[in-house]
């Protein structure tokens, strides 16, 4: 098995993605918020580049049952439903909705991966149920939305424990890219939790904009046995995600 891992969503070519298992990265809190709102059923998540495009996605989807999400330097973008923090996607809010989404980091990776053989959103409340959907894969493409071009500590570490996860599941060898080794190396010296993202880049501008129950809830690790997977320019919770309980990961 080869695993490519990519730090920011700049780096990586179309020839590495083409053909590829993809899983996408945004711990603050893209795909964390996409994970929070499948589960608690939303009928899907259509990320977008920009809110023009959201805004016309929307329209086209019909506003009946689509919702606008996102948000442009963290914050939420007037006129929209909802931001990107995972605690406002409860299921009174969310349940039987579309959800259109444009964030300034976490949404564009999904289309770039649209060449892939398939993608999947990752964080930390479902990185065991990723590692085990994607563990046979003979090719992975491990991409960390990062933070405007830069690496974010917080997507890297998420990036070495999926790693982790894999080797304890995949017993065959591993064909790392230096990335991959460099986010292993960092996942096996930190402890995940709120402090630690308190301590990151992301985390810290996010406590400046007055989020920081937000990183409590993105610790969580291993909370949710889902699958987010890209069908139909959307995230949706696939099959698989059905036959995974904790209790297998």
């Not at 299921?91 to 060449?115: H, Q, S």
């Not at 960390?144 to 999926?162: F, P, Q, R, T, Y």
């Not at 996860?165 to 986010?183: C, F, M, P, S, T």
């Amino acid at each position: 098995m080869k695993v490519d891992v990519f730090f920011h969503a700049g780096e990586p070519a179309a020839l590495e993605i083409m053909g590829s298992t993809v899983v996408i990265i945004d711990v603050l809190r893209t795909t964390s918020t996409i994970v929070e709102s499948l589960v608690n059923g939303a009928r899907g998540v259509y990320p977008t580049s920009s809110a023009e495009e959201a805004t016309k996605l929307a329209a086209s989807l019909g506003r009946d049952d689509t919702l606008l999400c996102g948000e442009s330097k963290g914050m939420m973008i007037e006129g929209f439903d909802l931001g990107n923090s995972p605690r406002e996607f409860v299921e009174d809010r969310v349940a039987g909705k579309r959800l259109v989404m444009t964030t300034t980091n976490g949404t564009w990776p999904f289309l770039m991966a649209k060449d892939s053989h398939s993608t999947f959103a990752c964080c930390l409340m479902n990185i065991s149920a990723v590692a085990y959907t994607v563990a046979e894969a003979e090719h992975l493409v491990v991409v960390c939305a990062g933070e405007e071009g830069k690496l974010s500590m917080d997507d890297a570490v998420c990036a070495g424990i999926l790693i982790e996860r894999i080797q304890e599941k995949n017993k065959d060898n591993i064909e790392l890219n230096d990335a991959g080794y460099v986010a292993l190396e960092i996942s096996y010296r930190v402890n995940v939790d709120t402090e630690f993202l308190a301590m990151t880049a992301s985390g810290k501008n996010l406590i400046e904009m007055g989020f920081d129950d937000d990183l409590k809830h993105c610790a969580q690790m291993d909370c949710y046995p889902v699958v987010p997977e890209m069908t139909d320019l959307g995230l949706h919770l696939q099959p698989i995600s059905r036959k995974i309980s904790k209790e297998n990961l």
